[in-house]
């Protein structure tokens, strides 16, 4: 399974965002990530479906969207309208899980979930089937920027080891405190799918950036 850089436009230039995806673009970037904060499942607000539906009329890439919201079935289909390639919701967002991974997958569309730091990967166990992606989260979500919880390496791990065993194709997302320096052990640890924020858009030098972290993974 391919290695996807997928750069979190929470750290984008806000007032340049065309730009920002332009230079994305050209940098060979095939995924964005978007997270859709409602300021209650997290303490923040970002990105609307307004603001989707616009990202999708400037950019072909794959429009990765991360739910951070409570109840987020209220969302999935005027989200999906909007343009989304991927829905992500979060386990402890949803009473019913099943029903909703379901129904994000009868429109077509790729399906995750996420797990903040502290919930176990266990909770995935009769859903692991149906999944496109799970998202480790090693920060706790809400807000860019963040230090990664080094805690988190061995929740890498064990999902990839729970993906071998049971021969599961989903992605192995991470998303958090994602930089130069740990990358190669968070893929070697079973990461297929890198979320960066900070670090891609680090001092406006958003192609060298990218680059550097293409040669680090021999891309």
């Known amino acids: 399974m391919s290695l996807i850089i997928a750069p979190s436009i929470l ?11 332009c230079i994305l673009e050209k940098s060979s970037i095939t995924s964005i990530h978007i997270d859709v904060m409602d300021g209650n499942f997290v303490p923040n607000i970002a990105f609307g479906i307004d603001q989707i539906k616009a990202l999708r009329k400037i950019t072909n890439m794959e429009l990765d969207v991360h739910l951070m919201v409570n109840d987020p079935d209220r969302y999935i289909e005027r989200i999906i309208e909007a343009g989304a390639s991927c829905i992500t919701v979060h386990e402890e967002a949803c009473d ?16 995750g979930v996420a797990l903040n730091p502290a919930t ?11 999944l496109n992606k799970v998202l480790i989260m090693t920060v706790e979500p809400g807000f860019g920027g963040q230090k990664f919880i080094p805690l988190m390496k061995e929740k890498i791990n064990d999902t990839r080891q729970i993906k071998q065993l049971g021969k599961y194709d989903f992605q192995i997302q991470v998303d958090g ?7 190669m052990e968070v893929v070697a640890l079973g990461a297929t799918d ?10 406006r030098t958003i192609e060298n950036n ?10």
């Open 11 to 21: 750290s984008a230039d806000a007032c340049n965002l065309e730009k920002d995806i």
């Open 120 to 130: 176990n990967i266990d909770n995935l166990k009769y859903v692991y089937k149906l």
């Open 194 to 203: 890198i979320v960066i924020g900070s670090s891609v858009f680090k001092d």
């Open 96 to 111: 019913h899980l099943y029903k909703t991974i379901t129904f994000i997958k009868s429109f077509g569309i790729k399906a």
């Open 210 to 219: 990218i680059k550097k972290f293409y040669d680090l993974l021999d891309l």
């Open 177 to 183: 405190g994602i930089d130069f320096d740990n990358i």
